[in-house]
T-cell receptor, first 112, second 111 residues
Framework: NAGVTQTPKFQVLKTGQSMTLQCAQD?????MSWYRQDPGMGLRLIHY???????DQGEVPNGYNVSRSTTEDFPLRLLSAAPSQTSVYFC???????????FGQGTRLTVV | AQRVTQPEKLLSVFKGAPVELKCNYS??????LFWYVQYSRQRLQLLLR??SRESIKGFTADLNKGETSFHLKKPFAQEEDSAMYYC?????????????FGSGTQLTVLP
């Protein structure tokens, strides 16, 4: 039972480069989210999706794009990486009616 | 907008001592409250949620709507409890039932 799987685990980017963080879940959850974790700031919501084809912005969406073509996958795209996007990124999924969210193992991104 | 406050960034206690991690929230409706734990370099795991009223790994948390608090407690801390703890809230209205997290409390249990 894989749960929520994120790839890659680590990534170093140069300023201005673009990349996609992958997230997949095998629990048939409708809700999926991306958070960034920064010291002293907890987890902040970047984008979320309530189902295939539906996405919306969270608290800190600038510089990121998402899409949800299937229930299972929710990739996060960095359009033009900036040092301020150095962070640990977590993907999460959950059922819409309640219960806790399940998190991936995180992607540690460094932008130089 | 909803907000979760964890006033302590760092908390150290000795093994066997009681521990309380504070969490306060602001939300005008009826929230769902959660505690998540993150052990060193691991993913976040759900520890407790208020609606289940259960005890996990000796931890309990009671929702106090009057004080808008959801403090996490354990009577006798263990070294393996050392971790980052996040309090989180989920709103009950609208189509977007996303989690709002506090800034976290790093708990260290000393031998």
């Amino acid at each position: 039972n894989a749960g929520v799987t994120q790839t890659p685990k680590f990534q170093v980017l140069k300023t201005g480069q673009s990349m996609t963080l992958q997230c997949a879940q095998d629990m048939n959850h409708e809700y999926m989210s991306w958070y960034r974790q920064d010291p002293g700031m907890g987890l902040r919501l970047i984008h979320y999706s309530v189902g295939a084809g539906i996405t919306d912005q969270g608290e800190v969406p600038n510089g990121y794009n998402v899409s949800r073509s299937t229930t299972e996958d929710f990739p996060l795209r960095l359009l033009s990486a900036a040092p301020s996007q150095t962070s640990v990124y977590f993907c999460a999924s959950s059922y819409p009616r309640g219960g806790g969210a399940f998190f991936g193992q995180g992607t540690r991104l460094t932008v130089v | 907008a909803q907000r979760v406050t964890q006033p302590e960034k760092l908390l150290s206690v000795f093994k066997g001592a009681p521990v309380e991690l504070k969490c306060n929230y602001s939300y005008s409706g009826s929230p769902e409250l959660f505690w998540y734990v993150q052990y060193s370099r691991q993913r976040l795991q759900l520890l407790l949620r208020h609606i289940s009223r259960e005890s996990i790994k000796g931890f309990t948390a009671d929702l106090n709507k009057g004080e808008t608090s959801f403090h996490l407690k354990k009577p006798f801390a263990q070294e393996e409890d050392s971790a980052m703890y996040y309090c989180a809230l989920r709103v009950s209205s609208g189509s977007a039932r996303q989690l709002t997290f506090g800034s976290g409390t790093q708990l260290t249990v000393l031998p």
